[in-house]
């Protein structure tokens, strides 16, 4: 039972255009939403997050939209640029038994075209 | 600042055999977690720690053991390897706020034959 969902594996984008991530959820208990980025051979990095309280938050090139009534939450990036060739991954924030965990979504891969 | 350190970074293990992933974090984080990744798939938490003695399973814990005898360790033990296991391992941690999410380690890339 999928909690975060990307149904999207891959996708590929043309340097300079827009590249948009989806991320859909099932829980409602969920109160703060995060994206990681990951490159091959390395951990999973932070890059933005979106608290369940608000809409929308940017950062540079990076805006994430929160979609509540949908349970629903997308990453813009513009303009794509090869450097953002990577794994991206949607998580959310909530508690499992006592402890407060993250879980992820399975991750779509972003591929920029120069 | 290390942040989380994973040791080895690569491993090859024969079937049964067993073996210890190490994971340091120099961050005082009271939360660590480890998490396997296989091909085309997503994080699967296998074990978290909230502090020190204190330790719970995740989704996927058969097959693993750990222990968190101080705050920066947290070690995860495979008993009797089997190819299953076959999968990137990453550590990770986290304050007790979290807001930033977690750091994560660079991953172990664990082969069983």
């Known amino acids: 039972d999928q909690q975060v969902k990307q149904n999207s594996p891959s996708l590929s984008v043309q340097e300079g255009r827009i590249s948009i991530l989806n991320c859909d959820y099932t829980?409602?208990?969920?109160?703060?939403f995060l994206w990681y980025k990951k490159y091959p051979a390395e951990g999973p990095t932070f890059l933005i997050s979106?608290?369940?309280?608000?809409d929308k938050n940017e950062d540079g090139r990076f805006t994430v939209f929160l979609n509540k009534s949908a349970k629903h939450l997308s990453l813009h990036i513009v303009p794509s640029q090869p450097g953002d060739s990577a794994v991206y991954f949607c998580?959310?924030?909530?508690?499992?038994?006592?402890?407060?965990?993250?879980?992820f979504g399975s991750g779509t891969q972003l591929t920029v075209l120069p | 600042n290390a942040g989380v350190t994973q040791t080895p970074k690569f491993r090859i293990l024969k079937i049964g055999q067993s073996m210890t992933l190490q994971c340091t974090q120099d961050m005082n984080h009271n939360y660590m977690y480890w998490y396997r990744q296989d091909p085309g798939m997503g994080l699967k938490l296998i074990y978290y720690s909230v502090g020190a003695g204190i330790t719970d399973k995740g989704e996927v814990p058969n097959g693993y053991n750990v222990s968190r005898s101080t705050t920066e360790d947290f070690p995860l033990r495979l008993e009797l390897a089997a190819p299953s296991q076959t999968s990137v391992y990453f550590c990770a941690s986290s304050s007790l706020q979290g807001d930033n999410g977690y750091t994560f380690g660079s991953g172990t890339r664990l082969t069983v034959v």
């Open positions: 998580a959310a924030w909530g508690f499992s038994g006592s402890a407060r965990q993250l879980t």
């Open positions: 829980n409602s208990m969920f109160d703060y």
């Open positions: 979106i608290s369940s309280i608000k």
